[in-house]
């Protein structure tokens, strides 16, 4: 197996990740509560110019995923799964530096934002 090494291989793993979180049993009902079908190409949009910040520091993204995540109903069962999730993706599909660095960042992100909503929940 390859490592992640473009755009295109953000956008595969973006868009096999999130077709399986709109499958969820856990996660489907959030995501697909906030994100109309419609609506949804703009959000991979959005993923796709995120991970690339995120994995290759290419400038494009603009905005505060913690502001848009403060309102849904989520917990750490939902970061969870969103984790395993992501991390079967990454596993199914890339091998590599790359791929495990998209693994930790998701972990971190994930981490801190169950850290900050519980707390500002509490």
């Known amino acids: 197996m390859k490592d992640i090494t473009s755009l295109d291989d953000i956008r595969l ?5 999130y ?5 969820d049993a856990l996660l489907a009902p959030v995501f697909n509560s906030k994100i109309p079908a419609e609506a949804w190409p703009a959000h991979l949009q959005r993923m796709y110019t995120f991970w690339n910040a995120i994995l290759f520091a290419e400038r494009g993204f603009d905005g505060n995923p913690m502001r848009k995540h403060l309102s849904l109903p989520i917990d750490e069962s939902h970061f969870s799964q ?4 992501f991390g079967q993706t990454i596993d199914e599909n890339f091998s590599g530096e790359k791929a495990e660095e998209a ?8 981490q801190i934002m169950n850290f900050k ?3 500002l929940r509490s």
């Open 13 to 17: 793993f973006v868009n096999r990740f």
């Open 19 to 23: 077709d399986k979180v709109r499958e």
């Open 103 to 110: 693994k930790k960042r998701a972990a971190s992100i994930a």
């Open 117 to 119: 909503i519980s707390s």
């Open 82 to 85: 969103w984790l395993h999730l």
